[in-house]
Nanobody, 126 residues
Framework: QVQLVESGGGLVLAGDSLRLSCAAS????????MGWFRQAPEKEREFAAA????????VYADSVQGRFTISRDNAKNTVYLQMNSLKPEDTALYYC???????????????????WGQGTQVTVSS
């Protein structure tokens, strides 16, 4: 059974940094694309960042480009999202996601991802 468990969220001030973690179990995700999405209250879930299989490519939403960095630790079967220069508009529930088909490059499309975690809350106060 595949599980994705996010952690690292919290309440921070604008300009601060946070690092989110997504620990995967039930499968080794080295060869699978993984990503981060986020959902603010009363808004649609939106793409933030993703890493293709084996780190083949990385993709970022324009709103986080240059501030967020996605990375993997294959030995730990974990993907991270380093978030710097946080803004109040980054406040959201952050979800980790993974594709079910291996050897695919990262995409921004929510429907391309099959496994989802429960989310970790990030709140940025001004």
């Amino acid at each position: 059974q595949v599980q994705l468990v996010e952690s690292g969220g919290g309440l921070v001030l604008a300009g601060d940094s946070l690092r989110l973690s997504c620990a995967a179990s039930g499968r080794t995700f080295t060869n699978y694309a993984m990503g981060w999405f986020r959902q603010a209250p009363e808004k649609e879930r939106e793409f933030a960042a993703a890493s293709g299989w084996g780190g083949s490519n990385t993709v970022y939403a324009d709103s986080v480009q240059g501030r967020f960095t996605i990375s993997r630790d294959n030995a730990k079967n974990t993907v991270y999202l380093q978030m710097n220069s946080l803004k109040p508009e980054d406040t959201a529930l952050y979800y980790c996601a993974a594709m079910i088909i291996p050897y695919r490059r990262a995409t921004m499309r929510r429907d391309d991802y099959d496994y989802w975690g429960q989310g970790t809350q990030v709140t940025v106060s001004s």
